[in-house]
């Protein structure tokens, strides 16, 4: 009898077997795109002054700044309130240095950082000056310190804010540590609080899943679209997860596409900056041991990282812990974000 054989299909046509992608030289490239948006018609900045709060903008926007605490509360882009307050700090927008731990974190880099107390840091408000520069510019320098309870050490941050009459908002930031501090920090950038209609995401970068300064090799640069919930990496013990590295540009947006846009710049022009938005804090995604545990912020805010630094994840819970060269190093450091409101 003879040997019957059949030709079964590997894989469905147009299945994609392999890419790759190649950097151009610098000088061979054009500057990486960011998408400018037309400018406000409404004319020069408004800046009006109460006991309690600055308040900056004209008819297509507004932003308004909490004296006694040094920090942004509201952000109305075309009527839209983009930002939503943190219930403790009664802040929207801060310096950020704390993500949750990934299993490989929990070894030895999540007890390092929760002995400096990482996990806990408060602001203080040193000083607060404010100008306007022209008829379309605004300038705000707030000095403040930020600190664990009890420990003797923090960082001395100091955050200057241009806010154009276009609707743009830079934000240049000065971080010098002080005292017995840690040699290393799991990040460093942005925290922002956005309302919970902004769940829709589009950015120019690596994508479509997540990747960390040691895993990235699966994704690829392009411009992504993802909700909230689709940014969410499901591992099956809830942890530090979905964040994207190598972005020219990050845009949050409502459905009907009014939100805001960040991107960042240094003197050698368009710079790279890496982020993560959830409706799950950290401190949930610690405690959680199965993905039932996670539950969503009581007011259903989107919590946006927008940053400059942040550590791998190595391989600690069964191998050798993030490289030296993966890790953020706790030293003076200064970067300049910039966030654009966007009209829908």
Known sequence: TGVQTCALPISEAGHEIAWLQHR????????????????????????????????????????KFCRAR???TSWTVGGLQVLALDPDTRAAIMPGFW?????????????????YGLDTLTSQ?????????????????????????ILGWGFDCTLTYSISSSGSMRIKAHVLPRGPFPAYVPRVGLDVRLAKSLKNASWFG??????????????????????????????????????????????????LGAGIQASRVSEEGVNMLQWAASQHSPKVLEKARHPRDLVVEDDGA????VDVQGAGVGTG??????????????????????LDGVLA
């Open 125 to 149: 408000l040193r000083d607060l000056t404010i100008e306007s520069v022209d008829p379309s510019t605004v300038q705000l320098k707030i000095k403040t310190y930020i600190s664990p309870p």
């Open 302 to 305: 989107v919590l946006w990282r």
């Open 99 to 115: 993500r949750s731990p990934t299993d490989n974190d929990r070894p030895k880099d999540y007890p390092y950082w929760m002995h």
């Open 206 to 255: 690596l994508g479509p899943g997540e990747s960390y300064t040691d895993k990235r090799s699966a994704q690829r640069v392009g411009i992504w679209n993802k909700t909230v919930e689709e940014l969410h990496t499901p591992y099956e013990v809830p942890q530090e997860n979905g964040n994207r590295i190598d972005t020219r540009w990050v845009k949050m947006v409502s459905d």
């Open 24 to 63: 151009l030289a610098p000088s061979d490239s054009p500057t990486a795109y960011v998408p400018q948006y037309p400018a406000s018609q409404s004319g020069a900045l408004q800046l009006r002054t109460s006991k309690v709060e600055y308040s900056i903008g004209n008819s297509d926007f507004e932003i």
């Open 70 to 72: 040094g920090s942004i």
């Open 317 to 338: 819970a069964c191998g050798p812990a993030v490289a030296e060269s993966s890790m953020v190093k706790c030293q003076e450091v200064e970067f300049e974000i910039v």
